[in-house]
């Protein structure tokens, strides 16, 4: 390189550079002679490696230290008797290099990364950005075309030469991931990203079918339809589950990891629905075993699938003491890697679409809880109980019940004969009520019988005989109260000995169950 001093000029140089200067006095020499006799050129920078050359005023340093704040001003220097002129010169070399921001950013200063140099990210579209600092950081800026950068980056350019993207939508081959140098002349910064792709692949919701301590109820689609287990399965499933209100709650859920050779990390799924529903599950350190998910247990007995692959997740807090409805969604986040924190959290995949119904209790007859039981409540049935007569929400069970009997009696007409009731087969079609328009008052009160036991509360259907004023009169009753959905007769609450006196029954009135098979 060939520089002609000037009072005041800068220049920077990587470390490790070889610079060859040369000066002229001023005037300039006619003599060939003495053109350079009169001139020496010292450095308090660099080492000389060529020494300077009276015929051709030239000499050669090499810098092999990054400047720092105090000799940055100094640098080279031409003296002609009592005249002198600095040429002051950056030796520039890498600091650091850095990706992420906030909590998430990873800082490297080391040319050799190890785990607290590693930047895990989330599979996704698009890249993130490596930046480079230089050092020394004040006053000079980046030799012409520095930093320069390993492969499997894209550069910056202009302004922006100090940073370079690199792509996220590629899983990392290995747990170690890619390595990103920045160098600078024989400077040179380092760190790691992994690319990570963490799946849900499925959620058991109902994953004891014997009991309801920890887990979902069995229930079934309708009377003639069950539902597969696992509830969830990515890409294809997504079954509704239902609990019991105020219930500490544990799932099972199966992931893949890529890198396959990770073997462990810590996972947690953070609830995005509005409402409240199941919640937060707390943070679990999960077991890979060529990319999948490991246990240990098989309770295949319980589930009735190999549960080997399936980790257990204990949601946060137990269940709100009300009977509803949501839709739930989490967000599921990699706090460790391998046992090494990642910064930050990585959000590495999202469920939705999990429909879930918080009962009140266990479901009552004519429901059951036995296993593949065609009266496990019905997915149409609890829809119909908790959303469509307005239970959803409700704190007590008179609150249910009196919405429920409400939204019945103002749905529905009232008609002269069961539009519901086989009188060959004994059995009474739910299925049918459910989206019918009328019904005489057996219809109403076996479906207020069946709307309330479904989401577990304990009522019975009456018919009396001889009673306000028909050959026979249905109501259904709740402990000491009456609830009557028959828009003849509306009764919301009322006490028994009230409703029976109000109903004025014929001395010969017989009361009796009204029972029956549901489809």
Same mark, same amino acid.
Not at 119 to 124: A, D, F, H, N, S
Not at 368 to 386: G, I
Not at 468 to 493: A, E, M, Q, W
């Given at each position: 390189m060939f520089h002609k001093f000037h009072k005041g000029q800068y220049i920077s140089r990587d470390v490790g550079d070889e610079v060859e200067f040369s000066a002229e006095t001023n005037p300039p020499s006619t003599s060939t002679d003495n053109f350079y006799n009169l001139v020496s050129i010292s450095s308090s920078t660099g080492t000389e490696t060529s020494a300077y050359s009276t015929s051709t005023g030239k000499v050669k340093y090499k810098f092999d230290s990054v400047s720092t704040l105090q000799?940055?001003?100094?640098?080279?220097?031409?003296?002609?008797?009592?005249?002198?002129?600095?040429?002051?010169?950056?030796?520039?070399?890498?600091?650091?290099?850095?990706?992420?921001?906030?909590?998430?950013?990873?800082?490297?200063?080391?040319?050799?990364?190890? /785990?607290?140099?590693?930047?895990?990210?989330?599979?996704?579209?698009?890249?993130?950005?490596?930046?480079?600092?230089?050092?020394?950081?004040?006053?000079?800026?980046w030799p012409t075309g520095k930093p320069t950068w390993s492969s499997g980056v894209t550069p910056g350019s202009g302004s922006s030469i100090n940073t370079a993207t690199f792509p996220i939508t590629t899983v990392s081959s290995t747990s170690s991931g890619t390595t990103v140098r920045a160098t600078c002349g024989t400077s040179k910064k380092a760190l790691k990203i992994v690319v990570v792709d963490v799946n849900v692949e499925n959620i058991l919701f109902n994953h004891n079918r014997t009991s309801s301590t920890n887990d979902a109820l069995n229930i079934r689609e309708n009377y003639s339809t069950a539902l597969s287990l696992p509830e969830f399965s990515k890409g294809g499933s997504n079954n509704p589950s239902a609990y019991i209100k105020g219930s500490s709650v544990t799932i099972l859920a199966r992931l893949s990891v890529k890198p396959n050779t990770i073997t462990s990390a810590k996972i947690k799924a953070i609830s995005t629905d509005t409402n409240g529903s199941l919640g937060d599950l707390a943070e679990k350190s999960v077991t890979f075993n060529s990319g999948i998910s490991q246990e240990g247990s098989d309770d295949t007995s319980t589930s009735g699938i190999n549960e080997s692959e399936y980790v257990e997740f204990d949601v946060q807090g137990a269940l709100p003491s009300k009977v509803f409805t949501s839709t739930e969604s989490w967000k599921w986040v990699v706090t460790e890697i391998d046992g090494n924190a990642v910064s930050g959290e990585l959000e590495v995949d999202s469920t939705s679409g999990h429909e879930v119904y918080v009962l009140w209790d266990t479901p009552k007859a004519?429901?059951?809880?036995?296993?593949?039981? /065609?009266?496990?409540?019905?997915?149409?049935?609890?829809?119909?109980?908790?959303v469509t007569s307005g239970a959803d929400g409700e704190t007590t069970e008179d609150d249910a019940m009196s919405a429920i009997t409400n939204s019945q009696n103002s749905a529905k007409s009232y008609i002269g004969s069961s539009q519901y009731y086989s009188f060959s087969g004994g059995t009474w079609s739910f299925t049918n009520f459910m989206?019918?328009?009328?019904?005489?008052?057996?219809?109403?009160?076996?479906?207020?019988? /069946?709307?309330?036991?479904?989401?577990?509360?304990?009522?019975?259907?009456?018919?009396?005989?001889?009673?306000?004023?028909?050959?026979?009169?249905?109501?259904?009753?709740?402990?000491?109260?009456?609830?009557?959905?028959?828009?003849?007769?509306?009764?919301?609450?009322?006490?028994?000995?009230?409703?029976?006196?109000?109903?004025?029954?014929?001395?010969?009135?017989?009361?009796?169950?009204?029972?029956?098979?549901?489809?």
């Open positions: 000799n940055i001003y100094k640098g080279v220097t031409a003296t002609c008797g009592s005249s002198e002129v600095a040429l002051n010169v950056g030796v520039v070399g890498v600091k650091e290099i850095s990706v992420g921001t906030g909590t998430s950013k990873i800082i490297s200063t080391t040319d050799s990364p190890g /785990a607290s140099e590693t930047y895990y990210v989330e599979k996704g579209s698009g890249s993130v950005t490596v930046t480079a600092k230089h050092d020394p950081s004040i006053v000079v800026s004519p429901w059951t809880q036995t296993v593949n039981d /065609a009266m496990n409540p019905w997915v149409s049935a609890l829809e119909y109980a908790v989206t019918g328009t009328d019904g005489n008052c057996l219809d109403f009160a076996v479906a207020l019988d /069946a709307t309330a036991s479904v989401i577990g509360m304990s009522v019975a259907a009456k018919r009396k005989t001889d009673f306000y004023g028909y050959n026979f009169h249905c109501f259904t009753r709740k402990s000491t109260y009456v609830y009557d959905s028959c828009p003849g007769v509306l009764n919301i609450k009322t006490a028994y000995s009230s409703y029976i006196s109000a109903g004025s029954p014929a001395s010969t009135s017989v009361e009796s169950p009204e029972t029956h098979s549901i489809r």
